[in-house]
Structure formats: C-alpha cells, structure tokens
C-alpha cells in the first residue's frame, strides 16, 4: 500500500450533489480549521481503530479458525459470520458508490492518507464512518454493552474524518447511515444463515 500522492485518477464527475457540495465545502473547511489545536496523534489513533486494514483482516482470520478442525466444538461462531459479511457488504457499496459519485476529497488532505483501492482516491461516502457505524450497530443489536461507548467510538472516528481533512461532513453523515443500514442487512443474512445452518449456534 503506498501513500496517495503522485498517481492519477479519473476525472471528478459534474456535482451529483447539487447545491449542497458548496455549502458542505465551506462547513467542513471552517470545522477543519476551528479544530486544528486538536492533537494529530488523537485523530490519527481514532482513524487506525476504523481502518478497514484491521476490521477486514481480524474477524475473517478469527471466523476462519473457528471453523476450523481445531475448533473442538465445531460450533462457527455467528457474531463472526454476521460481522464479516456486514464488513463485505460495506466494501462493496462504499467503493461502488465513491466511484460513481466521484467526488474529490478536501484539497487540504494531508498527504499523509495511504489508500488501498483506486477507489480510495474519492470522497462520498466515508468508508472509516459506515465502517464504524456498521460494527456499532451491529454490536450493539447482539447485544453489547455500553452501547452509548460503541457508538461514541463511531462518531469520534466519523468527526476525525473531516478534523484530519480527509472527508467534507456530508461524506461522514451519508457514511453513518449507510453503516446503520449495513448493519441491518447483515442482521438480515444472519437471520438467514441461522435458519439454515446446523454449523451455527445462533
């Protein structure tokens, strides 16, 4: 993974976000200029926690092992399964969406910012905010407590976005509820896994 810098992308779209984009622009811009005494490191620590490189990785290696032969109970866990498939959907829409949108990101973007797909390059929607929003719903929907610290966590990472310059607001808020929504539909598939499943102990 390299940083974003000296490789080209395709041309931005016309403005599929009509009027709005000026008004979201000049918000995020003064949010990102009133924050600037926050610490780096704080926002850089909170964008790791909602880096698909750890949130992709972990629950596929963790389901993989429980389904293994090692796994004396033979039981596959369906916390697991429901999370991983929330994560895959999210991949799958967030760069779907940023690549028809194509919106740039902030001018101001540090170039600091590594991305993982040609995807990355784009703005709308945040994949660090309908990541974290999807794993706070979800978790808290199978019952993890306190749910106000899981979606505090969420909201701090999808602030972070626009306090680092990496996102404009409306990038943020259409990530948060692409997330809760994500995290509603790998309820759904769980729902389903359960029903027809003798692996899972749901």
């Not at 969420?154 to 995290?183: K, P, Q």
């Amino acid at each position: 993974m390299a940083p974003a810098a000296a490789t080209s992308s395709p041309p931005a779209r016309p403005a599929l976000l009509g009027g709005m984009a000026g008004l979201d622009a000049a918000v995020s811009l003064r949010l990102h200029a009133l924050f600037l005494p926050v610490p780096r490191l704080l926002l850089k620590a909170l964008e790791v926690a909602g880096d698909g490189r750890i949130w992709l990785p972990v629950p596929i290696s963790l389901l993989l092992l429980s389904a293994s032969p090692a796994n004396a109970s033979g039981a596959v866990s369906p916390l697991l399964v429901g999370l991983v498939a929330g994560l895959v959907i999210d991949l799958a829409l967030v760069g779907l969406v940023k690549v028809v949108v194509r919106r740039p990101r902030p001018a101001y973007n540090a170039k600091d910012m590594y991305v993982a797909v040609a995807a990355d390059h784009w703005s709308f929607p945040s994949g660090h905010s309908s990541r974290a929003f999807l794993v706070a719903a979800f978790l808290a929907a199978a019952g993890f407590q306190p749910r106000e610290a899981l979606f505090l966590w969420a909201a701090a990472t999808s602030a972070s976005r626009v306090l680092l310059g990496r996102h404009y607001v409306l990038d943020v808020v259409a990530g948060a509820f692409l997330g809760v929504f994500e995290a509603w539909l790998s309820n759904l598939f769980l729902r389903f896994m359960c029903a027809q499943s003798t692996i899972l102990v749901c």
